[in-house]
């Protein structure tokens, strides 16, 4: 039923460039007719104590020009792996490809994105009886928010929201006090992407959530800092905005966030 098969962590290494050469890292789901998800997967080698469904910014896109990776946020997924969570990174659909979410269209709160994150939610289960856990990084929020308000699916534990996109849950008027399930925002303080101050307000706003928290990101690798508006997957990122150099220590927080572990307020330089 479903192309391609599972991809293994080690397939993901290779993928990633971690190592040398992948064959085929990609499960190809079906999701409405005629269209099909490409999602990228890494599991950890013991049971996984959990699923995180990840939905990239900017244009929704995994790969660019030349199937090359995007460098985006996570650059390493296989850290997610490594604290025992399968992570899952779902690509545009193939009725969104090449462009992907850029074509002006309102895509990420469109039911066929629901429907197509449903197909996906119900692949990953039927593999993995775990709890799921909605990942967004910057304009995927919208999409993370999008989809637990629409399939109020009792698979959902919680979402992450990283590098909180405030122009565009505003664009789409995303109601963020119908929000019910636990939530974290991770915000770099010098994203130059969306900001930080805006992103500590709008947490206010989630009043049904049934946990917040919120964690400010402080440090990390400053190489790379081009404009986000518009966002151009070739040019690459923004060095904060994808949390440059302090990856581990921000997937470690979601990690220990899902299963219910303390996290700090701050993660320092």
Not at 176 to 192: A, C, G, K, M, T
Not at 240 to 255: L, N, Q, Y
Request: glycine share 10%.
């Amino acid at each position: 039923m479903f192309a391609g098969g599972t991809s293994r962590l080690t397939c993901l290494l290779l993928c990633f460039g971690l190592l040398g050469g992948c064959a085929s890292p990609w499960v190809s789901i079906p999701t409405r007719p005629g269209v099909n998800v490409n999602v990228l997967l890494a599991e950890p080698t013991t049971e996984p104590q959990g699923i995180f469904v990840l939905f990239p910014g900017g244009p929704g896109l995994i790969t660019g020009r030349g199937g090359q990776v995007i460098e985006a946020f996570p650059r390493q997924p296989q850290l997610f792996a490594e604290h025992g969570f399968i992570i899952a990174v779902v690509d545009a659909p193939s009725d969104q490809q090449p462009r992907g979410f850029s074509d002006g269209r309102d895509f990420r709160v469109s039911k066929e994105h629901a429907e197509d994150a449903k197909k996906v939610i119900e692949f990953l289960s039927q593999k993995w009886s775990k709890p799921i856990f909605l990942l967004g990084h910057s304009s995927g929020n919208v999409s993370a928010m999008h989809v637990a308000l629409t399939l109020k699916d009792p698979r959902i534990k919680g979402i992450v929201f990283a590098a909180f996109a405030n122009a565009t849950a505003d664009r789409f008027k995303v109601p963020l006090e119908e929000v019910s399930y636990p939530v974290i925002f991770i915000h770099h303080r010098d994203d130059n992407c969306t900001s930080f101050q805006l992103t500590q307000e709008r947490q206010k706003r989630f009043i049904k959530s049934s946990k917040i928290n919120f964690v400010e990101v402080l440090g990390g690798d400053r190489a790379i800092q081009v404009p986000c508006t518009p966002l151009d997957p070739g040019r690459g990122m923004s060095s904060t905005h994808v949390f440059s150099g302090k990856e581990r220590e921000v997937i470690k927080v979601a990690t220990d966030w899902a299963i219910g572990k303390q996290v700090p307020n701050r993660i320092d330089p």
